[in-house]
């Protein structure tokens, strides 16, 4: 029972790390909207997620089944695993925000936060219930 709070609590912790991350990238590229040549960054949340967690056994994960097999790169996706967004258009400045995408990615990811927040809280409170009619019963 512990082994199981402990894992969900952690995965969930995990995830809340990951998307405040997204949001301060997210909110960089909409502060350097304007900047010439500034390209937009992104956080591919599902693999970060993944790997942050561990888990190998992901369809086309690479692993090291023998003795004499090359262990996957760890930062192939690039610089602390940030990924450069996709330009909609290119613009003549070479600014790679798409402050439409940016915008609702923004909102997106805030909603999803305050829902792995609120899942979190309710976890913690279900169990501090659990405890305490158990001592009092």
């Known amino acids: 029972m512990l082994n199981r709070l402990t894992d969900s609590l952690n995965f969930q912790t995990q995830a809340l790390s990951l998307r405040a991350e997204r949001q301060r990238l997210l909110a960089s590229n909409i502060a350097n909207?304007?900047?010439?040549?500034?390209q937009a960054r992104d956080i591919n949340f599902a693999k970060a997620l993944r790997e942050a967690v561990g888990d190998v056994n992901t369809p086309g994960a690479?692993?090291?089944?023998?003795?004499?097999?090359?262990?996957?790169?760890a930062g192939a996706r690039g610089e602390s695993g940030k990924d450069?967004?996709?330009q909609s258009q290119t613009s003549l400045d070479s600014n790679g925000v798409d402050m439409d995408r940016e915008r609702a990615s923004f909102a997106d990811n805030a909603v999803k936060y305050e829902a792995t927040l609120?899942?979190?809280?309710?976890?913690?409170?279900?169990?501090?219930?659990?405890?305490?009619?158990?001592?009092?019963?």
């Open 33 to 38: 909207a304007d900047t010439p040549g500034y």
């Open 62 to 73: 690479m692993a090291t089944t023998q003795r004499g097999h090359i262990a996957p790169l």
């Open 84 to 86: 450069y967004a996709l």
């Open 118 to 137: 609120r899942f979190i809280n309710g976890s913690v409170r279900t169990t501090l219930d659990a405890m305490k009619s158990h001592n009092q019963g």
